[in-house]
């Protein structure tokens, strides 16, 4: 559940062969199995040759320059060095036709003549004036020496209003969550703001106009900044103090019941993709989830998983990983050294091992991995609203969902409501498979059906 989700694109550009002008702007995509990515790339003439940069629309990514390209006899090479990626290709008829390659990844890829970069469709997405006061905001974290930015958004008149902290999901977001170029909790909040409720989102430390350093957090620290919005909230006359509820997605459904276990005057919670389980059988299913959406599920990829599952297993069993990082990379290099004898990938390819160990090793990884919501759950007493996909890879719908009511009930919490939405993904779109893929090549970006769930039982509570 590694936010974000990790792109897959290629780097490339071009040079021309005699008589041949390759400036300008170029475009493919990358096909396989959970990878559909669009590509532009943007070629100029320089004194030594030619430089490019690439957009990718779909990501909303622009302007990644290309480290090396080569170009004679009419075929194409080029180069990245961090991660490792090549590109070989042949130039015919203003066609581009070759191979991307990258830790062992094989893609055929064809760059044709195109535009400018398309602009992003994102119908949803709220655009001024708006009926609603729009305040940009800083507020305290003064335990973790943070300082966090954001936008409280607040309806028309004195108050005191009901107020909603938005928590984004894993990896550094901004206040909007954007994603592939959507903005989930700005349409979120514009939703709620309109039907009466104040909204306060925030970029998270490290990120935007907020200070920290994202990387060195983990979830239980992340949960002292929502702690701190909330009670910064708590000191404005416009907002109602008994009225203040909590919305995560992904992750933030993780840190939601922290904080309202912590704090019985929290009046609701809602939890969009929220995990349920602990954070090791959540990554491993996402892993089973992705691969049999894409068509690739096969005795090799549950040997995969079962490889991860052991790297996983020694994270979790070092409880002094964050005093002795140096010990757990040992232990971890050791691992994948054995397991090279079954998978050759390992030794072929040095790169994977040394980014999984560095991902493993992160404090933020062995935290989630080893981190159990049921406790927190079992504690909380006010409303809970569960939502999720049916086509959600990344959080298991189902499996979350039952174990998020179990803990609940467990600790006596009659006040839950839970929902599956069919055919919606991770981010609540509308999508085919649910692939990460997708997210970026999907025009909506919060399916009108689940927000106005989410904002009628918002109002509910909120009265």
């Known amino acids: ?13 071009a040079l021309g062969a005699a008589g041949q002008d390759i400036t300008g702007n170029w475009s493919g995509t990358l096909n396989a199995p959970g990878i559909q990515v669009r590509i532009v790339i943007h070629i100029s003439k320089v004194d030594t040759g030619y430089s490019a940069v690439m957009d990718s629309p779909d990501q909303g990514v622009n302007g990644i320059p290309v480290a090396s390209t080569r170009f004679g006899q009419g075929r194409l090479t ?8 090549e590109y070989t290709g042949e130039w015919k008829d203003s066609l581009i036709t070759g191979t991307f390659r990258q830790g062992g990844l094989s893609i055929p890829l064809e760059l044709r003549r195109a535009g400018a970069t398309a602009k992003l469709v994102r119908p949803q997405e709220p655009t001024g004036p708006f009926p609603y006061t729009v305040e940009e905001v800083r507020f305290e974290n003064k335990g973790a020496g943070v300082t966090l930015a954001g936008t409280l958004t607040l309806p028309p008149g004195k108050g005191a209003f009901p107020a909603v902290v938005l928590i984004t999901g894993s990896g550094p977001q901004n206040r909007d969550e954007e994603i592939f170029g959507h903005r989930s909790f700005l349409v979120i909040a514009d939703a709620l703001t309109r ?5 306060l989102r925030y970029d998270d430390r490290g990120v935007g106009q907020s200070t920290g350093v994202f990387s060195k957090g983990t979830t239980a620290d992340f949960a002292t900044d929502v702690e701190a919005a909330v009670a910064w909230l708590r000191t404005r006359k416009e907002i109602n103090p008994r009225r203040i509820g909590l919305l ?15 704090d019985e005057k929290i009046r609701f919670i809602v939890l969009l993709a929220g995990p349920g389980m602990r954070g090791e059988e959540v990554s491993l299913s996402s892993q089973q989830l992705i691969a049999q959406a894409a068509g690739a ?3 090799q990829a549950q040997e995969m998983i079962d490889m ?3 790297a996983m297993d020694i994270v979790v069993r070092d409880s002094l990983r964050m005093q002795h990082p140096d010990s757990l990379r040992v232990q971890l290099n050791a691992y994948f050294a054995q397991k090279a004898t079954e998978f050759p990938v390992l030794k072929e390819n040095p790169a994977i091992v040394s980014r999984a160990i560095a991902e493993l090793s992160r404090p933020w990884t062995g935290y989630f991995l080893s981190y159990d919501p049921a406790p927190a759950l079992e504690q909380v007493r006010c ?10 890879v990344q959080v298991a719908p189902e499996d979350n969902l039952v174990a998020i009511g179990r803990a609940l009930e467990k600790g006596g919490n009659r006040h839950l409501e839970v929902k599956e939405f069919p055919d919606l993904n991770h981010l609540f779109q509308e999508c085919k498979t649910g692939l990460p893929a997708e997210y970026g090549t999907i025009e909506q970006t919060f399916s009108p059906v689940a927000l106005e769930y989410l904002t009628n039982w918002v109002m509910k509570q909120a009265k």
């Open 297 to 299: 599920w096969n005795k």
């Open 1 to 13: 559940m590694r936010r974000a989700i990790a792109a897959a694109w290629a780097l490339w550009a």
């Open 78 to 85: 080029l180069e990245v060095a961090q991660p490792k990626v």
């Open 308 to 310: 991860n599952r052991g």
């Open 248 to 262: 995560g997605h992904s992750e933030g459904g993780l840190i939601a019941p922290m904080v309202a276990a912590k």
């Open 195 to 199: 039907r009466g409720i104040a909204v």
């Open 383 to 392: 409303p809970v609203l569960a939502l999720a996909g049916s086509k959600d």
